[in-house]
């Protein structure tokens, strides 16, 4: 149902005023549903919100994750860890970072941010 999602999602980013959280999961929702261009536009989008305002780098990684753009993903994930990103405690839930799941540095990452032995 990528169709509607989309919609939802559009809806969401134009009422909350583009907040950087929903312009992320309509970013991912591009990804995985094959739109890579519209996706990376949604990237541009938070790269330019993140010059007036905070924007977690967590939001790239997904959009990242679902490009399958694995290691660049884990790369946002650090920088929001190094950021204290309050959605760092979703990294074992959140299953928009599943593709994520069997990178050695994800795994390091969840560790050390206190969510594995």
């Known amino acids: 149902m990528f169709p509607e999602a989309l919609a939802e999602l559009r809806k969401a980013v134009e009422l909350s005023g583009d907040a ?48 399958g753009e694995n290691s660049r993903a884990v790369a946002w994930l650090e920088r929001a860890c190094q950021e204290r990103s309050s959605w760092m405690v979703k990294l074992k839930v959140d299953p928009r970072l599943d593709p994520l799941r069997a990178d050695v540095g994800f795994a390091d990452l969840v560790r050390r941010v206190g969510l594995a032995p």
């Open 20 to 67: 950087p959280r929903n312009i992320a999961a309509l970013g991912h929702a591009y990804a995985v549903s094959g739109q890579p261009a519209e996706a990376h536009k949604a990237l541009q989008k938070l790269d330019q919100l993140a010059k007036g305002r905070y924007v977690s780098d967590y939001g790239r990684a997904l959009i990242c994750a679902g490009l």
